[in-house]
Nanobody
Framework: QVQLVESGGGLVQAGGSLRLSCAAS????????MGWFRQAPGKEREFVAA????????NYANSVQGRFIISRDSAKNTVFLQMNSLKPEDTAVYYC????????????WGQGTQVTVSE
């Protein structure tokens, strides 16, 4: 089974930046997708961004488009989420997730990393 470990979360002032990392236990191939999700207290988990290992296909939630950038280092089995122009509404636990080529949903999830954006 794929194991995912997130890191890079922390406390930042509004307008600042953070870079999250997601290390996978093994490399994804073919149509394997890696995604970032987030969940604030009392709210539903929401999609943030996703990418293929090739980096050719990327997708962003409207709320982060233009501010966040998802990237990857396939050789290191690592996916990144560069978060710029952070807003207090971005405060949440951020999760890395993986969608196997044979599946239509994200089946593997990391433990999560806390991101807090102060006013």
């Amino acid at each position: 089974q794929v194991q995912l470990v997130e890191s890079g979360g922390g406390l930042v002032q509004a307008g600042g930046s953070l870079r999250l990392s997601c290390a996978a236990s093994r490399r994804a191939f073919g149509g394997y997708l890696m995604g970032w999700f987030r969940q604030a207290p009392g709210k539903e988990r929401e999609f943030v961004a996703a990418t293929s290992w090739s980096g050719t296909n990327t997708n962003y939630a409207n709320s982060v488009q233009g501010r966040f950038i998802i990237s990857r280092d396939s050789a290191k089995n690592t996916v990144f989420l560069q978060m710029n122009s952070l807003k207090p509404e971005d405060t949440a636990v951020y999760y890395c997730a993986a969608q196997p080529p044979s599946r239509k949903t994200y089946d593997y999830w990391g433990q999560g990393t806390q991101v807090t954006v102060s006013e």
